[in-house]
């Protein structure tokens, strides 16, 4: 098991640009969500797909669209990026969607604009 | 609106006492807390959690007080370790409604713990 898997760790973009986050979960959790943390505090719900469809929304940018393939994986495309789109992106998975889910975090994407 | 709240941005204690992070949260939903730890650099890790049904939950030296009238709870950290010096994050999901679930999280509290 090796846990959450986010790539890239790090990345830079400019103003106006893309970017593509993508989060491989547990095997066998087919539970993800997505959430923004800016310098280090509070974490801000973005996201969740639960069995490849969107279960609930939150603070994600209308610019902003997340996907769940088949194998459960999640990519998050980034389109037309501001500056306080800088920030760490996390992603979890947890086995089941419902109340009392325990989340296992990846550790993250460190997204800078420029 | 805040739904959980953590009353101290920081907190910081001696090795060897113990550490107490307060929580409290808004919506009677909610029924799952779990408290995660991040290190700096790192993802969040579920640290220890308690469901509304309980008043209390003891893994080694985290302990959760939990008052379900008050809608607060508490995190001790016993015989605190500089290893523990870290951000501690109170959340809470509900197991019915529209948002079945999702995590809320509090803003955090960074504990440092001097030797």
């Known amino acids: 098991d090796s846990g959450v898997v986010q790539s890239p760790r790090h990345i830079i973009k400019e103003k106006g640009g893309r970017s593509v986050l993508t989060c491989i979960p547990i095997s066998g959790h087919s539970n993800v969500v997505w959430y923004q943390q800016t310098l280090g505090k509070e974490l801000k719900f973005l996201i969740q797909h639960y069995e490849k469809v969107e279960r609930d929304k939150g603070f994600l940018p209308s610019r902003f669209s997340v996907q769940q393939f088949d194998d459960y994986h999640s990519e998050m495309n980034m389109s037309a990026l501001e500056l306080e789109d800088s920030a760490m992106y996390f992603c979890?998975?947890?086995?089941?969607?419902?109340?009392?889910?325990?989340?296992?975090f990846g550790s993250g994407t460190r997204l800078l604009v420029i | 609106q805040q739904q959980v709240r953590q009353s101290s941005q920081s907190l910081t204690v001696w090795e060897g006492e113990t550490a107490i992070l307060n929580c409290s949260y808004e919506?009677?939903?909610?029924?799952?807390f779990p408290w995660y730890q991040q290190f700096p650099g790192e993802g969040p890790a579920l640290l220890i959690a308690?469901?509304?049904?309980?008043d209390k939950k003891e893994d080694g030296r985290f302990t959760i007080f939990f008052n379900k009238r008050e809608k607060n709870l508490s995190l001790h950290i016993k015989d605190s370790q500089p290893g523990d010096s870290a951000t501690y994050f109170c959340a809470a999901s509900a197991n019915t409604g529209a948002n079945t679930g999702k995590l809320t999280f509090g803003h955090g509290t960074i504990l440092r713990v001097h030797p």
């Open positions: 919506n009677s939903a909610f029924d799952y």
């Open positions: 308690i469901r509304s049904v309980s």
């Open positions: 979890a998975s947890s086995l089941v969607a419902g109340g009392g889910s325990d989340y296992t």
